[in-house]
């Protein structure tokens, strides 16, 4: 019977992520998210607490549609071991808080990514190209580093994560959701900042991040995928600069963010 009950829940968490990242996605697709008009909002010349506001609840359904599929299995694993609480609250609840922690992290990186947007729009084209150019390299470089392999691990494996960081209670829940989603902003933090500068949050670039980091962390031999990643974000980078004008076509034609 507990067994039972913990593959309904696990079923009932996938199904639930599921839901969210198809709703996320689908309002990204209808937003007509462009490259120079992340997920429809065009961004002012000055920050303002209102733009930011909107702008980071963007960024939070983009982070929740490219992020939640590949944190799903720590999430419904983390549900299982749930199946042995007294009530439906007791088991549901502690699962609700591990993913809305985890989420709002990722919401909160918004803030910088909304500061850097307006920084991106106010220098020259030409400096942008240089800037580009230094991001895919550093960004392809950091793909290599032994860094992004021991966050890579962390998000690859939901049995060894749980087990080096579990807590009991709710407060657990919340600690375990911070750790994870640090570990995950440690293995992605490169690849979302390629989308935010490189990429000018356009759709496409959304799309092939999001089925970059999906192949790290949940196909096999996801290591040497990110190695290959980050060799083409190397050879990007020196493409970039040797001909600064690539930098036009990566973003769309459009004007930063």
Same mark, same amino acid.
């Given at each position: 019977?507990r067994?039972?009950l913990g593959?309904?829940?696990?079923l009932l968490?996938y199904?639930?992520l599921l839901?969210i990242?198809?709703a996320?996605?689908?309002?990204?697709?209808?937003?007509g998210?462009q490259?120079?008009?992340?997920?429809?909002?065009?961004m002012? *010349?000055?920050?303002t607490? #209102?733009?930011?506001?909107?702008?980071?609840?963007?960024?939070?359904?983009? /982070?929740?549609? /490219?992020?939640?599929?590949?944190a799903a299995p720590t999430?419904?694993?983390?549900?299982a071991t749930?199946?042995n #609480?007294?009530?439906?609250?007791?088991?549901?609840v502690p =699962?609700v808080?591990?993913? *809305?922690?985890?989420l709002a992290l990722w919401? =909160?990186?918004?803030?910088?990514?909304?500061l850097a947007s307006?920084?991106l729009?106010?220098?020259?084209s030409?400096?942008?190209a240089y800037?580009?150019a230094?991001?895919?390299l550093? @960004?392809?470089?950091?793909?290599?580093?032994?860094?992004k392999?021991?966050?890579?691990?962390? %998000?690859r494996?939901?049995v060894?994560?749980l087990?080096g960081?579990?807590?009991?209670?709710?407060?657990?829940? *919340?600690?375990?959701?911070w #750790?994870h989603?640090v570990y %995950?902003m440690? %293995?992605?933090w490169?690849? /979302? @900042?390629?989308?935010v500068?490189?990429g000018?949050?356009?759709?496409a670039w959304?799309?092939?991040i999001a089925?970059a980091?999906a192949?790290?962390k949940?196909l096999p031999?996801?290591?040497w995928?990110?190695? #290959?990643?980050?060799?083409?974000?190397?050879l990007?980078g020196?493409?970039v600069?040797i001909?600064p004008e690539?930098?036009?076509?990566?973003?769309?034609?459009?004007?930063p963010?």
């Amino acid at each position: 019977m507990r067994a039972m009950l913990g593959d309904r829940l696990t079923l009932l968490t996938y199904s639930v992520l599921l839901l969210i990242t198809v709703a996320a996605w689908a309002r990204l697709l209808s937003s007509g998210m462009q490259a120079d008009d992340m997920a429809g909002m065009s961004m002012p *010349l000055a920050p303002t607490v #209102a733009e930011g506001a909107l702008y980071v609840a963007a960024w939070t359904v983009m /982070m929740a549609a /490219m992020m939640l599929p590949s944190a799903a299995p720590t999430i419904a694993l983390y549900a299982a071991t749930q199946r042995n #609480a007294a009530s439906a609250v007791e088991r549901i609840v502690p =699962v609700v808080l591990f993913t *809305l922690t985890y989420l709002a992290l990722w919401a =909160v990186t918004g803030v910088p990514t909304y500061l850097a947007s307006v920084v991106l729009g106010a220098i020259t084209s030409q400096a942008l190209a240089y800037i580009v150019a230094g991001l895919l390299l550093a @960004a392809g470089l950091f793909q290599l580093s032994p860094l992004k392999q021991l966050c890579l691990r962390a %998000c690859r494996s939901p049995v060894g994560f749980l087990l080096g960081h579990w807590r009991a209670g709710w407060r657990g829940s *919340l600690s375990m959701g911070w #750790a994870h989603a640090v570990y %995950c902003m440690g %293995c992605c933090w490169a690849l /979302m @900042a390629v989308l935010v500068v490189a990429g000018a949050m356009g759709l496409a670039w959304g799309l092939l991040i999001a089925v970059a980091v999906a192949a790290e962390k949940l196909l096999p031999g996801g290591e040497w995928i990110a190695r #290959a990643i980050g060799v083409a974000l190397v050879l990007l980078g020196a493409a970039v600069v040797i001909r600064p004008e690539l930098v036009v076509a990566l973003r769309g034609g459009g004007s930063p963010m």
